[in-house]
């Protein structure tokens, strides 16, 4: 109920006060936005799993990547573009499903039906959900300096890839699942295809150069890009300004919590290989025994027996 709305709000730690009066008039989607950081936290993750930093979360604190986003780096810029597209999407399902009175379907339908199929089914409105992530995570970025600038542009990086990537979903109609009628609807992609594309965002993200000028409200802060041979960024590509720590050591004034009993790909030569992650300082290797089903047979009909074998495993870890 709306009375019992402001307790909530007031519950959460951290927010600036603009995101407090978002969360109160937006209540009902709160639980989605929340959804969406954690969609994104385990998105990045899952794409950095093999790297020096893979994105570690500490579970007892506000800043809930530690200290590694207090700089302008590179990593900072992948969360701040993933966390930002999860909100957008997390909300954007979250209408399309009917859950919430203030959002639901997007009824704008771009274009002309093609040959063959009309419009149907529930199109996800993403620009509601980029809109509400705009709202949101942009509320804290409103200082005239390089950070806040940096972390707006992958703010709306992260949001533009969702946009960019909606396409249409059909379903079959007629007789036997003939396609006689097609009905079609926007859809978002999968969020994996997200996180697939802005760790290659990541990958080649531009190097900034911070420029201050004066203006009638004071001292501004903007960025340009540090080396004009190259392209300079688009609004789709991230930024940064401050070069990474090695990760490869436990450092806390970086945030790092270096790679020592990380697993490691023995075979691999890439950053996930022993040498690299690692950091040269070699690895051990120690054999697990792991239960495992096998010898599986199929009895007509209907179900499955299987045995359990034990499968020794070598798992090798860094030192």
């Known amino acids: 109920g709306k009375d019992g709305s402001p307790l909530l709000c007031g519950s959460i730690p951290g927010l600036v006060p603009k995101q407090l009066r978002f969360c109160r008039n937006y209540i009902e989607i709160m639980p989605s936005v929340a959804e969406g ?34 700089k302008a ?12 597209a999860g909100v957008a999407f997390a909300v954007t399902r979250s209408c399309a499903e009917g859950t919430s009175t203030i959002c639901g379907c997007d009824s704008h339908h771009k274009g002309p039906p093609g040959e063959g199929w009309k419009w149907g089914g529930c199109s996800e409105d993403a620009d509601f959900g980029v809109l509400v992530s ?29 946009l960019d990537h909606m396409h249409l979903k059909c379903k079959c109609h007629g007789l036997s699942g003939s396609c006689e ?3 079609c609807w926007w859809a978002q992609p999968d969020f994996r295809a997200i996180g697939d594309f802005l760790k290659d965002k990541y990958d080649s993200a531009s190097e900034m150069v911070v420029e201050k000028h004066r203006e009638s409200r004071g001292w501004v802060e ?95 870890t860094c030192k």
């Open 37 to 70: 950081v954690k969609l994104g936290i385990q998105e990045c993750q899952h794409q950095f799993r093999g790297r020096r930093w893979n994105c570690t979360t500490i579970d007892d604190s506000l800043a809930i990547f530690g200290p590694v986003l207090d």
């Open 73 to 84: 780096t590179r990593e900072s810029a992948f969360v701040h573009a993933i966390a930002s």
């Open 134 to 162: 705009r709202e949101f995570a942009d509320a804290r970025e409103n200082r005239p300096d390089a950070r806040s600038a940096m972390n707006k542009h992958n703010n709306e990086a992260g949001r533009t890839t969702i």
């Open 181 to 183: 009628v097609k009905t």
């Open 222 to 316: 903007t960025l340009r890009a540090k080396y004009s041979l190259f392209k300079p960024p688009t609004e789709r590509d991230l930024v940064y300004y401050e070069n990474s720590p090695n990760f490869c050591e436990p450092n806390p004034e970086t945030g790092s919590f270096g790679t020592r009993d990380r697993t490691c790909n023995v075979t691999s030569h890439g950053i996930d290989g022993c040498d690299l992650l690692c950091c040269g300082r070699g690895h051990n290797t120690r054999t697990e025994k792991r239960k495992e089903k096998c010898h599986c047979i199929f009895h007509w009909c209907c179900y499955v027996s299987c045995q359990e074998c034990i499968r020794i495993y070598d798992v090798h």
